[in-house]
């Protein structure tokens, strides 16, 4: 049964948004890797984003939602999907030493209007090249610390499409997981502590140095593409240990630097980026008998497995 395409954009009439017809999404990548979607709406106002759910629901499309892209693959031929961008939620807002931002909000932006501001707790973050929303669902973050840890309160879209505002420990946290379920981040609430901006300052630059010497910050990637294993072990070194760095598949190799990090160094292609896991997967495997699990989304192919 084909969908009902033509009937979304009647739908959507009344709705605060752009919608947008055959998108490309490698730009909105990191890794620049992948196809179109079919569509891509921006919803104006978090009240829209919940219509725009219920929209999709009722003429059963399906929907994705984009955030900075930071650890996402696309498939070559792309996504047959509503893309939901929350980008131009992108309000700051100020109450004492709690800030509020949007879920389009960048999280450097973030670091730098709050810095600016004096205001410190978001230092675990830095260099995390992602969205607020992104950030939140996944509960991204470094060796020093994860989204969740300065969260107060996330307010998001439920499975239904309404606003619900959830305190950070009614959501019970896991590791690089908001444990949100089907509801869509809209904005969040950090509590942070006052400092002067030349300490926070110092702190980032100290943390940013330490990525910069090990990860390739500068290059097109997916950020980590598979999950630590265990309890204190780490994908990246079992990937080095197995022989795999600089291993490659077309323009798309295991970075030198990081073994956990594949580098697009031109024009990649999601085959070759899904060949290399799978080569890294099964060369891990025989070696140490340890299934690595996929960390980066993946849209319009599945998983490789063993």
Same mark, same amino acid.
């Given at each position: 049964m084909?969908?009902?395409?033509s ?9 605060p ?20 979607a079919?569509? *891509? ?11 725009v759910?219920?929209?999709? &629901? ?9 955030? !900075? !892209? ?6 070559? =031929?792309? #996504? ?8 131009r ?14 879920? %389009? ?14 205001l ?5 973050l830095?260099?995390?090249? +992602?969205? #607020? %929303? %992104? ?8 060796? =020093?610390?994860?989204?969740?840890d300065?969260? *107060? ?10 606003? #619900? ?11 690089? =997981?908001?444990?949100?379920?089907? +509801? ?7 509590d ?16 940013? &140095?330490?990525?910069? $010497? ?10 980590? *593409? ?6 204190? +072990? ?7 240990? $197995? ?7 077309? =323009?798309?190799?295991?970075? %030198? ?32 008998? *340890?299934?690595l699990?996929p960390?980066?989304?993946?849209? !319009? ?6």
């Amino acid at each position: 049964m084909s969908l009902p395409w033509s009937e979304l954009r009647s739908a959507l009439a009344n709705v605060p948004s752009l919608v947008r017809e055959s998108v490309p999404l490698a730009p909105m990548t990191h890794v620049r890797i992948g196809g179109a979607a079919k569509y *891509v709406v921006e919803p104006y106002t978090e009240e829209a984003v919940g219509a725009v759910m219920r929209v999709c &629901r009722q003429l059963e499309l399906p929907l994705l939602v984009l955030g !900075g !892209g930071s650890n996402l693959l696309v498939a070559d =031929d792309g #996504v047959d999907a509503v893309v939901l961008s929350l980008t131009r939620l992108n309000r700051m807002v100020r109450d004492g030493s709690r800030v509020t931002a949007g879920a %389009g909000v960048s999280l450097p932006s973030l670091l730098r209007a709050t810095r600016e501001i004096g205001l410190a707790g978001l230092e675990a973050l830095c260099g995390v090249p +992602a969205l #607020v %929303g %992104g950030a939140v669902a996944m509960n991204a973050g470094t060796r =020093d610390g994860s989204t969740f840890d300065p969260l *107060v309160s996330v307010l998001v879209a439920d499975e239904h499409g309404e606003l #619900v505002e959830r305190a950070a420990e009614e959501c019970a946290p896991r590791y690089r =997981d908001g444990n949100l379920g089907p +509801a869509i981040v809209l904005g969040a609430t950090f509590d942070l502590a006052a400092d002067t901006p030349q300490a926070i300052y110092s702190r980032f630059e100290a943390s940013l &140095r330490r990525r910069n $010497a090990t990860q390739p910050v500068t290059q097109r990637s997916v950020g980590c *593409v598979f999950r630590n294993p265990g309890e204190g +072990a780490s994908a990246g070194r079992l990937i080095e240990e $197995a022989n795999c760095k600089l291993l490659r598949r077309g =323009d798309v190799a295991v970075s %030198g630097k990081h073994a956990n990090y594949f580098v697009n160094e031109g024009a990649g292609t999601c085959a070759d980026f899904l060949e290399l896991m799978r080569d890294v997967m099964d060369r891990v495997q025989e070696q140490f008998g *340890v299934a690595l699990t996929p960390e980066v989304k993946i849209w !319009g192919r599945e998983t490789p497995h063993q």
